[in-house]
């Protein structure tokens, strides 16, 4: 089983700087959540709420905890599960997913597709997927588009948006 691989101080600094006021008051996703760093950073930064997907129950529980002591309880929910299950549960659509796999499992254009599938994203909606430098990830998955893409040293941050909106 892959272990968390939490995302940078400093590439989660230039993701949030990248964002600016984009954040404030937005429906936020964060898949393969981890300790949650993504979805916290946002909460702290003016996000309407945040959705938390991790399948480990342990470090869910360790999320759960860092929620009620950064008094975010009414603004955050975990999914204790499978990013695929929980994008297929999902009923409301977010203005901003970060999705960050391991590396290793080589994830991004699947969960993509998965989003893609299930149209969780809003109109205007932004998807940011960090990966390792060497992964194949598509520049177009259904009807996604990479509009930017970001290397910080063996990581990249590539960002997605509705082919729609470009016109």
């Known amino acids: 089983m892959a272990q968390p691989r939490p995302i940078l101080a400093k590439v989660r600094e230039a993701l949030f700087s990248s964002l600016g006021d984009r954040i404030e008051d937005v429906g936020f996703l964060d898949l393969y ?14 996000a309407r709420f945040a959705v938390f997907v991790e399948k480990n129950r342990l470090t869910a529980e360790g999320l759960r905890i860092a929620i009620r002591e950064l008094g975010f309880g009414e603004k955050a929910q975990i999914l204790n599960r499978d990013v695929f299950s929980a994008i297929r ?3 409301e659509r977010f203005d901003i997913i970060f999705l960050g796999p391991p590396y290793k499992d080589l994830l991004v254009n699947k969960t993509l597709e998965a989003i893609n599938l299930h149209n969780i994203l809003n109109q205007e909606g932004i ?3 960090e990966h390792h430098k060497k992964e194949a990830v598509e520049d177009k998955i259904g009807s996604f588009i ?10 990249t941050l590539s960002f997605y948006v509705l082919k729609d909106v470009l016109r």
């Open 33 to 46: 959540a981890g300790t949650g760093r993504c979805g916290l950073e946002a909460l702290k930064r003016g």
């Open 89 to 91: 549960k999902l009923k």
């Open 146 to 155: 990479r509009v930017k893409e970001k290397r910080y040293g063996e990581t």
């Open 127 to 129: 998807i940011i997927a």
